[in-house]
């Protein structure tokens, strides 16, 4: 499988359904997170959900630069 090094100008709708889907699931998964280390007691278990939160909140920051045209840099 070819890797691309930037966006293509122009993306299919079948793309952009996925990409769509791709958010939907890691703001999903991010907002799950963060509600379970607010609720959690243990200390560890609470830091460990935060560093989860904030990474699926950096895959959705992500996919925006990349629809938005801030990918290519």
């Known amino acids: 499988m ?3 090094n930037s966006v293509p100008p ?3 709708t079948k793309d952009l359904m996925y990409l769509a889907d791709m958010f ?3 703001f999903t998964a991010s ?3 963060e509600h379970f280390s607010n609720e959690a007691q243990d200390p560890e278990v609470k830091e460990r959900l935060k560093v989860v939160a904030k ?3 950096n895959h959705c920051q992500t996919l925006v630069n990349i629809l ?3 990918g290519n840099q």
């Open 31 to 33: 907002k799950k997170a």
């Open 24 to 26: 939907e699931w890691f």
């Open 55 to 57: 990474m699926h909140a």
């Open 68 to 70: 938005g045209g801030g």
């Open 2 to 4: 070819m890797k691309m």
């Open 10 to 12: 122009m993306i299919s």
